[in-house]
DNA sequence: CGACCTGTTGAAATATATCAAACATGGTGG
DNA sequence: CCACCATGTTTGATATATTTCAACAGGTCG
């Protein structure tokens, strides 16, 4: 079902292409020039076409990637053919950076992206050598975790609205301190892409995009664009305030 | 609902009580004496009474706290009642370690339990002056991802008897990395309990319960024993293999 | 144009939730 | 010691949210 597996094409990456992507997230964000620099020197770029495999599941960990541009999902095959998204990733996202011998997930590209790629023990020895790295590493991680264990709270207990409400204003939010502010979300994803990150069917998220139509709280703009038109009934919903009836 | 609220008591604590509890897991695993009678001096100790509260869900992040002894849930309430475990937590393991300036969640006690309490910025300056703290609370966050990573997997994917397969299996291992191994798994929780990690309702946890019971797949001993007969049919279910029919 | 992919919508099937009742268990106090 | 109560468990009947299966519409691309 994957399309696109071959591995991408590789080129050298400058420490401004590091800093321009990663400027206000990701591994990058508070490190001195110098260090950028000298990560980048061992870094390498690639450009990456929507649906194309960054790592598969499985493969040695080698290497680690930051997420310089587009967006990217992790996902997770079970043996009889179920997928699973761990979560989706956007621009300055550290990806495949693990202590075990072997990614425990694949990771692709949404649309188009780019990434650099670095070897694991490269990112080990410079850690070693600027232990603000390490710091900067267990930041990104506690973050990760506490977006995780929020995904967790909206699959253990959330309806599908519920689920969709609360990925929506997620989005939009990672996407405003990305630099994009404004109530259009750019989300290069399938119903199926979404369902498999909210634990729904296609056919549910799609339903409950209808839904949120239909009431007037979101706008869909070409295959990619969705308005966030009333972020206060979806907050509503993405909170968890209520078990019943959707008032109108 | 929650029948205690109060604060436990609290005492000094020595380095070996540290050590003893938290040998082969959490965060002194790996620390030297010297580090850890450094850690003990600032810490203090206390006994919990089963549903004891350890901290509350927006309560001030204060403090840290090293669960030495028993087992712990940590849940999430919603506006509207609902309430989601976010995980278990047995001796060993840190608890309230996070970047926000209130915990997201409150943990409780499951069982009898003891914790060790550090103030916050004891643990900050200790990590200022001993870097290789740093890395282990990088190593355990890690931990704390992937193992949260696979949580968000079974809820987002699985049944209710492959989720509850799931977590029998991951528990005794968790037991038996603590040093006691065998078959019969020590579980101070109730239906409810379980079915607030694992995304069900305590009848449906029920019901998988006897329905593994039947098949001669467990067997229960008293309130809290539960003795895996039959770990290959359940790691079968776990690992997600088949969607249909359960075979005999 | 026709094949293909994504999205939408409908009708039926189903896993789980909900509601309800009985049953066990352990503690407590008479 | 036993009656009693609170708490947790099991099981049943019913309801319901979501899945599954299916058909169709709109693009895109070779």
Redesign the interface.
Known sequence: MQSVRERPALGRVSADCLVCAARLVGLCAPLDPPLLELLASDAQRSSLLPRQAIFLQGDPARHVFILSAGAARLT?L?????????GFRLAGDLLG????PEY??GAEALGPASVCRLERHSLDSLIARH?VI??R???L??????S??E???A???FTAEERVAAFLLTALSAQARRGRAGAILDLPATRGDLG?L??LTLETVSRVFSAFRRRGWIRLHGSTGVEIRDAAALGCLA?????AGTAA
């Open positions: 997770r079970l043996p009889d053919g179920r997928r699973a998204a761990v950076f693990t202590p075990l425990p997930f232990p390490e710091r590493l267990l930041d991680c506690m973050d990760e975790l506490a995780t264990q995904q967790l709270l699959l253990g207990r498999e909210l634990g909170r968890g305030e209520e078990r």
